[in-house]
């Protein structure tokens, strides 16, 4: 329960931290080009961190086919529903072979 405590509290202080920010730094171009790409590069993290590690273990299995997968339909600039069902299919297909 300690560590919600912590987080809850930690999300908190960096929306604080946000609102104290003076409006002059946030109209720099830097700071609005950083603003647009932090995310992105936030969730390319975490989903690599989800996808390929395991009890602190780098792994490739299932999921690493999954998101291959899904990155092919993407290139091919298929629908959203299209690229996920794609990364459902080929994940469950690698694991029913055994992988």
């Keep these: 329960m300690t560590i919600w405590i912590a987080t809850a509290v930690g999300c908190y202080l960096v929306k604080l931290l946000g609102l104290l920010v ?50 092919l339909a993407l290139v091919l600039r298929a629908p959203f529903l299209v690229v996920v069902a794609a990364a459902v299919v080929v994940t469950a297909g690698v694991r029913a072979l055994g992988g």
Excluded: K, Y
């Design 22 to 71: 003076p409006a002059g730094a946030l109209e720099r171009p830097l700071v609005q080009r950083l603003s647009a790409l932090l995310p992105v590069a936030l969730l390319a993290a975490l989903t690599a961190q989800q996808t390929f590690s395991a009890n602190g273990a780098l792994v490739l299995d299932a999921r690493g086919a999954g998101v291959a997968a899904a990155a």
